[in-house]
């Protein structure tokens, strides 16, 4: 596994943790009626804090227990190459191209719900869904074309 | 039609290399292993920059490291 893949990996794990803890409260709140703007303004900073500092710590962690094993597996002090290449910046952009139509769908969808007449914090959740759903989906994507080639 | 195919000899001009390692030609040509396991088994065609730079490395022509199958392109 290359360095890309494994920060790849890691923003992936990360994401979708994010995006569980998000739905799993979000529909506590709905079911228990405890849809009120103070709470969904307060999950809603929480997932966008914890996605920066999570991705950060996570990448940086990964950095250096990728660096120990590569150090263990070739039992030479010489440190692991970081270089990134064309495949990696091709891989990136079509990743990046998954992400972007994903969050359109999501803001389609969040106009749609406030055409339906539905509250500014539905619409508002759903942006925020699918900015996390776009994440997962372009990891998913860059994924997978690592294990095809491109 | 069927897909255009680029094929390549950089396995057999390795092995008359001295066996140079995929490392090393990816050290040389200034990409990763990944890049050079992906173009060796034809999962990926290189920029023709890169594809000149494997050229150069090997001292051979372009032709002689990668071959398009225009015949097969256009059926």
């Given at each position: 596994m290359s360095y890309q893949q494994r920060n790849v990996t890691v923003a992936l794990v990360t994401h979708l943790l994010i995006a569980a803890y998000f739905v799993i409260n979000w529909l506590t709140m709905y079911t228990t009626g405890g849809l009120v703007d103070k709470k969904v303004f307060g999950l809603w900073l929480t997932v966008i804090i914890a996605t920066i500092a999570v991705t950060i710590f996570g990448t940086i962690l990964a950095s250096i227990v990728g660096a120990i094993v590569h150090a263990v597996k070739t039992r030479s002090d010489k440190p692991e190459q970081f270089i990134e290449d064309e495949r990696d910046k091709l891989i990136d952009l079509k990743g990046t191209r998954v992400s972007y139509i994903t969050f359109s769908i999501g803001v389609g969808l969040a106009m749609l719900s406030f055409v339906l007449k539905q509250p500014a914090l539905i619409m508002f959740s759903i942006i925020i869904l699918f900015s996390l759903l776009a994440e997962i989906a372009g990891d998913i994507s860059k994924l997978v074309r690592y294990q095809k080639g491109v | 039609m069927t897909k255009p195919h680029i094929r390549n000899n950089i396995r057999k001009l390795r092995f008359n290399h001295?066996?140079?390692?995929q490392e090393e030609l990816a050290e040389k040509a200034g990409v990763t292993r990944q890049t050079i396991i992906a173009i060796e088994s034809a999962k990926y065609s290189p920029s023709l920059e890169l594809a000149f730079k494997i050229a150069a490395v090997f001292d051979v022509p372009l032709d002689e490291v990668f071959t398009y199958e225009i015949q097969e392109a256009f059926e």
């Open positions: - | 001295d066996e140079m390692t």
